[in-house]
């Protein structure tokens, strides 16, 4: 068997037998896409909604219909008078009371007008925004659909106007963030550890003395991480698919193409931390709290990038996960063809053989 | 007269370890200041010296690992400087730091190790077989290294640092943290391998054991200060052992220990 065999074999057997590691790095990320994928989330599902319909007519039955049929909310009550609505905030039975005027739709009809009230449980003012938003649009939708047919300006008023993307697709948004984030943080951890820990152990010095390039022991490193976090990227890309329901809008080949080159620039950016530091303690806290906070604040996993002051913005390019990112989201969420990721491929192929590059330069560099 | 010329430049040929005014600063600090001695083949060479007296430094040229500031080294007949790569595929080392993995199996390690060194599937079956019928390991032979005694482990990476026969093996205080009985059983190994024509350069902070070398050198803040067999060093120094040998010279040291 070739040395460099022989070495990928051995780290094969390191993490075959260090059960409860090997289990960590397969566990963390099925975890973490879960909880990220529906934790981070601003999308609110079946709020619980208590009609007040003094009018009970062809519009405000229309209006009903609507919010019946969305999966934002559930009609749970009909109340029928402004003492009742106060029972239902106190019985926490409802997070939002729709309240129609009386005879709402001749108002419309004849003065173009008419008010809806729209009373939210601002206890969570977040929450209140968020679905005094979802229910507004289902108005203003209800709205257009009357315009249409009339050609007349007909306005109904909760005031509150459109805030929000309709289809509320936004949330897939954070799915490619959360890949991008966890396939960067374990990969890098993985290879950080795995080569710090040999120094630790003093076998380091073994390999060093030994005919083996340094060039070929980091390869060897990597292979067998490399296979591991390919394991991850099919269990988080299942996950995404079939628990987080979010499709794969693009092609699925262009997609593990670029979570390949992703991993890879991931696994140089672990060896680049293992070459910094002599304790395994180190190295982690290194590629995971250290890399966490810009890779989730800079990365445009959560907030817009576009928002950020210039030099922010400039500095969010050396993130590799923004660029990965981005790609993800224009290939699974966009549905867009490999071809226009071309940018964030060249970038991070960049990335991989500069991180590469460093690191064989700052190995060597350690045995003088 | 032919002949004789003849085995003159075998007997040149012999000597494993050349080294002429090797230097190594770092910086303002000169930590192996112009060190020469020459060590032949089969011999048992011992380094001795303080801590930070420069003995690892020096180790670490003669293994490839650190290049010289000045001087030159010869290893396995090698340049020190442009060839490390051939010096490498004929040394064997093993640290005072442990030498195997602990989470791998006693014939797993021998394999590794014999595979980095490029021997042949086949050797490293038939030579494995042997080696441990020679250390008595052969229950051993599918049982974690971690599980080993302290002993074993030791006599284990010995062995494994000389599976693919390397011309010199470089010992970096191997017997720390051992019992003297041990340490014996040891020694016994180095002769073995010494018999079988493989270099010994071994250093050590046990005194007892600097009286099993064939010849042994003594380092003071980078230079080296005595350089003779050990009956000879006792001889000059009017010592009674090493120990006192080794104290008289040490004692001259204004280096601080790291």
Same mark, same amino acid.
């Given at each position: 068997?070739?040395?460099?065999?022989?070495?990928?074999?051995?780290?094969?057997?390191?993490?075959?037998?260090?059960?409860? #590691?090997?289990?960590?790095?397969?566990?963390?990320?099925?975890?973490?896409?879960?909880?990220?994928?529906?934790?981070?989330?601003?999308?609110?599902?079946?709020?619980?909604?208590?009609?007040?319909?003094?009018?009970?007519?062809?519009?405000?039955?229309?209006?009903?219909?609507?919010?019946?049929?969305?999966?934002?909310?559930?009609?749970?009550?009909?109340?029928?008078?402004?003492?009742?609505?106060?029972?239902?905030?106190?019985?926490?039975?409802?997070?939002?009371?729709?309240?129609?005027?009386?005879?709402?739709?001749?108002?419309?009809?004849?003065?173009?007008?008419?008010?809806?009230?729209?009373?939210?449980?601002?206890?969570?003012?977040?929450?209140?925004?968020?679905? #005094?938003?979802?229910?507004?649009?289902?108005? !203003?939708?209800?709205?257009?659909?009357?315009?249409?047919?009339?050609?007349?300006?007909?306005?109904?008023?909760?005031?509150?106007?459109?805030?929000?993307?309709?289809?509320?697709?936004? !949330?897939?948004?954070? @799915?490619?963030?959360?890949?991008?984030?966890?396939?960067?943080?374990?990969?890098?951890?993985? #290879?950080?550890?795995?080569?710090?820990?040999?120094?630790?152990?003093? #076998?380091?010095?073994?390999?060093?003395?030994?005919?083996?390039?340094?060039?070929?022991?980091?390869?060897?490193?990597?292979?067998?991480?490399?296979?591991?976090?390919?394991?991850?990227?099919?269990?988080?890309?299942?996950?995404? @698919?079939?628990?987080?329901?979010?499709?794969?809008?693009?092609?699925?080949?262009?997609?593990?193409?670029?979570?390949?080159?992703?991993?890879?620039?991931?696994?140089?950016?672990?060896?680049?931390?293992?070459?910094?530091?002599?304790?395994?303690?180190?190295?982690?806290?290194?590629?995971?709290?250290?890399?966490?906070?810009? &890779?989730?604040?800079?990365?445009?996993?959560?907030?817009?990038?576009?928002?950020?002051?210039?030099?922010?913005?400039?500095?969010?390019?050396?993130?590799?996960?923004?660029?990965?990112?981005?790609?993800?989201?224009?290939?699974?969420?966009?549905?867009?063809?490999?071809?226009?990721?071309?940018?964030?491929?060249? &970038?991070?192929?960049?990335?991989?053989?500069?991180?590469?590059?460093?690191?064989?330069?700052?190995?060597?560099?350690?045995?003088? | 007269?032919?002949?004789?010329?003849?085995?003159?430049?075998?007997?040149?040929?012999?000597?494993?370890?050349? +080294?002429?005014?090797?230097?190594?600063?770092?910086? /303002?600090?000169?930590?192996?200041?112009?060190?020469?001695?020459?060590?032949? $083949?089969?011999?048992?060479?011992?380094?001795?010296?303080?801590?930070?007296?420069? $003995?690892?430094?020096?180790?670490?040229?003669?293994?490839?690992?650190?290049?010289?500031?000045?001087?030159?080294?010869? +290893?396995?007949?090698?340049?020190?400087?442009?060839?490390?790569?051939?010096?490498? $595929?004929?040394?064997? *080392?093993?640290?005072?730091?442990?030498?195997?993995?602990?989470?791998?199996?006693?014939?797993?390690?021998?394999?590794?190790?014999?595979?980095?060194?490029?021997? $042949?599937?086949?050797?490293?079956?038939?030579?494995?077989?042997?080696?441990?019928?020679?250390? /008595?390991?052969?229950?051993?032979?599918?049982?974690? +290294?971690?599980?080993?005694?302290?002993?074993?482990?030791?006599?284990?990476?010995?062995? +494994?640092?000389?599976?693919?026969?390397?011309?010199?093996?470089?010992?970096?205080?191997?017997?720390?943290?051992?019992?003297?009985?041990?340490?014996?059983?040891?020694?016994?190994?180095? *002769?073995?391998?010494?018999?079988?024509?493989?270099?010994?350069?071994?250093?050590?902070?046990?005194?007892?054991?600097?009286?099993?070398?064939?010849?042994?050198?003594?380092?003071?803040?980078?230079?080296?200060?005595?350089?003779?067999?050990?009956?000879?060093?006792?001889?000059?120094?009017?010592?009674?052992?090493?120990?006192?040998?080794?104290? /008289?010279?040490?004692?001259?040291?204004?280096?601080?220990?790291?």
């Amino acid at each position: 068997m070739s040395p460099f065999l022989s070495f990928i074999q051995k780290e094969f057997h390191h993490i075959f037998r260090d059960h409860r #590691t090997m289990l960590i790095l397969l566990g963390i990320p099925i975890i973490e896409v879960i909880l990220f994928g529906f934790a981070i989330t601003t999308e609110i599902k079946n709020s619980k909604i208590a009609i007040f319909d003094p009018s009970n007519d062809i519009a405000t039955q229309r209006i009903i219909e609507r919010f019946k049929a969305s999966d934002y909310f559930d009609v749970v009550q009909y109340v029928h008078s402004s003492k009742e609505i106060q029972q239902v905030f106190r019985q926490n039975k409802a997070q939002l009371v729709m309240a129609f005027d009386e005879r709402f739709y001749e108002t419309l009809l004849h003065t173009g007008k008419a008010n809806i009230q729209l009373i939210a449980d601002a206890t969570d003012p977040n929450t209140a925004t968020t679905i #005094t938003n979802y229910a507004s649009s289902i108005i !203003s939708s209800y709205q257009q659909e009357l315009m249409g047919q009339n050609k007349v300006p007909y306005q109904i008023t909760p005031v509150i106007k459109l805030l929000y993307n309709p289809q509320m697709k936004g !949330s897939f948004n954070f @799915v490619p963030g959360v890949l991008g984030m966890i396939l960067l943080l374990i990969s890098a951890m993985m #290879t950080s550890i795995a080569i710090v820990r040999e120094k630790e152990i003093g #076998t380091m010095e073994i390999l060093l003395v030994s005919p083996m390039n340094p060039l070929a022991i980091i390869l060897a490193k990597m292979v067998p991480y490399f296979l591991l976090s390919c394991v991850n990227l099919t269990t988080v890309l299942l996950i995404s @698919v079939f628990v987080l329901h979010v499709p794969i809008a693009g092609s699925l080949g262009g997609l593990i193409l670029v979570s390949l080159i992703f991993l890879l620039v991931s696994l140089a950016l672990g060896m680049l931390v293992s070459t910094l530091t002599d304790s395994q303690l180190v190295a982690m806290l290194m590629s995971s709290a250290v890399f966490m906070l810009p &890779v989730i604040l800079l990365s445009g996993m959560i907030y817009p990038i576009a928002n950020m002051p210039i030099w922010l913005q400039w500095l969010s390019n050396i993130i590799p996960a923004k660029w990965y990112i981005s790609a993800v989201r224009s290939i699974m969420i966009e549905g867009l063809n490999i071809t226009f990721v071309f940018k964030e491929i060249m &970038v991070l192929i960049l990335m991989f053989v500069i991180l590469v590059a460093i690191s064989l330069k700052k190995f060597k560099v350690r045995l003088e | 007269m032919e002949n004789l010329q003849h085995t003159d430049t075998i007997m040149q040929s012999t000597k494993v370890i050349e +080294v002429n005014k090797l230097v190594k600063r770092f910086g /303002h600090f000169t930590a192996v200041d112009h060190i020469s001695f020459d060590v032949e $083949k089969g011999e048992i060479f011992g380094f001795l010296g303080a801590n930070g007296a420069g $003995k690892t430094t020096a180790m670490r040229m003669l293994c490839g690992l650190s290049k010289p500031t000045e001087g030159k080294g010869n +290893v396995a007949g090698f340049d020190i400087e442009h060839q490390s790569e051939q010096v490498k $595929k004929n040394i064997g *080392y093993m640290s005072q730091k442990f030498s195997l993995y602990n989470d791998l199996k006693v014939w797993e390690n021998i394999r590794l190790f014999a595979g980095i060194y490029g021997m $042949k599937d086949q050797d490293i079956k038939e030579k494995t077989a042997l080696l441990l019928e020679q250390l /008595h390991f052969e229950k051993e032979r599918d049982v974690l +290294v971690k599980s080993l005694p302290l002993g074993m482990k030791q006599k284990l990476a010995f062995s +494994v640092a000389i599976f693919h026969t390397p011309k010199v093996v470089f010992l970096d205080e191997p017997t720390g943290g051992v019992d003297p009985a041990t340490r014996r059983q040891f020694w016994e190994l180095i *002769y073995d391998a010494a018999a079988k024509g493989i270099t010994v350069f071994v250093t050590t902070h046990y005194m007892d054991e600097a009286e099993y070398c064939n010849r042994v050198s003594i380092m003071v803040d980078g230079r080296i200060e005595a350089l003779d067999s050990p009956q000879n060093l006792k001889t000059a120094f009017e010592a009674q052992n090493m120990d006192e040998v080794f104290q /008289h010279l040490a004692r001259k040291a204004t280096r601080k220990a790291d």
